[in-house]
């Protein structure tokens, strides 16, 4: 799995909590304000709820942090404690990302490919609200990356 279909494993698991898909109308404008005003929803729900995560992770470390006697124990909670850390640590990349396509959404620059301009589609959005490339760009990033491996 590439890091990229990971990163999208968990947007989706995350983002799809409470979500109903948006119910396209025939001849409907692609990204009216009934879709920005969707979109902007899943946006801030997902965004609660990875600011939920960040809360109870802060609980957590304090209710859990202990001074064991036990070598072992100790680095077995440190290791715990290390990756939760960076799973919190990508999830605040992820806010911030978030925050950002809020802020496209408001700029009207929110649905199109980054790379070359064509929409990026409702579904696909729905299913990566942060999605900044048509399909066909990112499989070619993903190619290219491959390729190169960067």
């Not at 992770?57 to 036990?70: G, I, K, S, W």
């Not at 990756?83 to 990508?90: H, I, K, S, V």
């Not at 199109?112 to 609200?129: D, F, K, N, T, V």
Request: charge should be negative; glycine fraction near 4%.
């Amino acid at each position: 799995m590439s890091k990229t279909q990971a990163t999208t494993a968990t947007d989706s698991a995350s983002v799809l909590k409470n979500f109903t898909p948006y119910k396209l109308k025939k001849g409907e404008e692609y990204m009216n304000e009934a879709q920005k005003e969707h979109f902007k929803a899943i946006l801030r729900s997902w965004r609660n709820q990875l600011m939920e995560e960040v809360d109870r992770t802060v609980h957590h470390l304090q209710d859990e942090a202990a001074n064991y006697p036990d070598p072992a124990d100790r680095a077995t909670q440190e290791e715990e404690f290390s990756l939760e850390l960076r799973t919190r640590d990508r999830e605040r990349k992820l806010i911030k990302k978030i925050d950002s396509t809020i802020e496209k959404i408001a700029q009207d620059d929110y649905g199109y490919c980054e790379s070359c301009g064509i929409e990026i589609g409702i579904r696909r959005l729905e299913a990566r609200p942060t999605a900044d490339k048509c399909i066909d760009c990112k499989t070619l990033d993903e190619i290219r990356e491959k390729q190169w491996g960067a």
